[in-house]
């Protein structure tokens, strides 16, 4: 009896996520936990995390410089791997763009193993202050932006 309840659970469970075009996928939105509120956010009960799946209606917050111009921007800035060519490691910068398009915090989310970089790090991505908002169906929202960073050798890349 109990090896017919695990495959019964299962097969429950695939049925219920299983997709069309107007599924509940399309339509789930992940909305961040804020246990302190966040100044200048527009609603702190509704900091969402942007899913990039297609046709959910869900649009990213653009910054306003390129991956590229901020990891070139990153490279040059940085002054703690100036003189640490063979420095390996790896992070992730959390930031907070409200609905308005501004950049209300911005923090390392996986730290590296030095707090001097991260500092740094979070002084270059602090810079940029005016965004594009995030939008869900056309209405602009606060919005959880994650970039990942690695360092090899020395030089930082997105």
């Known amino acids: 009896m109990k090896k017919l309840i695990i495959p019964a ?3 429950c469970f695939l049925f219920s996520c299983s997709t069309t075009e107007n599924s509940s996928l399309g339509n789930m939105l992940a909305v961040m936990q804020v246990d ?5 956010v527009c609603d702190n009960s ?3 995390a942007i899913l990039p799946f297609p ?5 990213k917050a653009k910054a306003p410089l390129t991956d590229e111009e901020i990891t070139q921007k990153l490279n040059t800035e940085v002054e703690y791997l100036k ?7 790896k992070g992730m910068v959390s930031l907070i763009v409200n609905c308005k398009g501004e950049m ?7 730290k590296t193993k030095s707090p001097e970089l991260d500092q740094q790090i979070v002084d270059v991505f ?6 594009k908002a995030g ?5 602009s929202v606060d919005t959880s932006v994650l970039y990942s960073f690695e360092i090899k050798n020395g030089v930082i890349s997105l």
């Open 83 to 89: 003189d640490k060519t063979n420095y390996d490691d």
């Open 46 to 48: 509704n900091v969402i």
């Open 126 to 131: 602090s810079i940029m202050v005016n965004w």
């Open 36 to 40: 302190e509120p966040i100044p200048g």
């Open 55 to 59: 046709g959910n209606g869900q649009i």
């Open 9 to 11: 659970i299962l097969l």
């Open 135 to 139: 939008t869900v169906n056309g209405r």
């Open 104 to 110: 209300v915090k911005c923090s390392m989310s996986n």
